[in-house]
């Protein structure tokens, strides 16, 4: 698969259909939907807004889109970086989270990569919400 590496709104379309594909093939292969994370002792989730919020965000760049496709490594791997935080308030997205983690974790050739992880208010589960990359200047 060619991912796009241009900035043009074609290629970050492009970009955002590779993600969601590349999402619902995972889950054909996941039939759990989750990947256990050494460093919090419990799993990561994959759920609808996993692919919502990463399809809008990694689009938006090569690298990002890139990171992506290495799903299982990136959830298996990442590391908690700083103290949880509250949800942002009027997101509609984390209304639902009593917490937002930010776990970090580094790809080779591709640069340190920020995963943000929803804590479900009602159960408590880990929620993959979002993957980028960090941009390193």
């Known amino acids: ?6 900035n ?7 970009r955002k259909k590779i993600i969601s594909d590349f ?10 939907k989750n990947v ?5 002792k419990d799993d990561i989730n994959i759920r609808f807004i996993s692919v919502n919020e990463t399809s ?4 938006k760049t090569y690298l990002s889109t890139l990171a992506v496709l290495q799903l299982d ?6 590391k908690r ?28 050739g591709i640069g340190i990569v920020k995963l943000i992880v929803g804590v479900k208010k009602t159960n408590r589960m880990k929620v993959q919400y979002c993957i980028t990359v960090l941009q390193t200047k």
């Open 81 to 108: 970086f700083g103290v949880s935080k509250k949800p942002k308030k009027g997101v509609k997205n984390q209304e639902g989270f009593s917490e937002i983690i930010e776990m970090r974790c580094n790809l080779t």
């Open 23 to 32: 999402y619902y093939k995972w889950y054909e292969e996941h039939p759990h």
């Open 8 to 14: 043009t709104k074609e290629d970050i379309e492009a």
């Open 73 to 78: 490594a990136i959830l298996a791997t990442a």
């Open 36 to 40: 256990y994370n050494i460093n919090l």
């Open 1 to 6: 698969m060619k991912v796009p590496t241009g």
């Open 56 to 59: 809008r965000h990694a689009a």
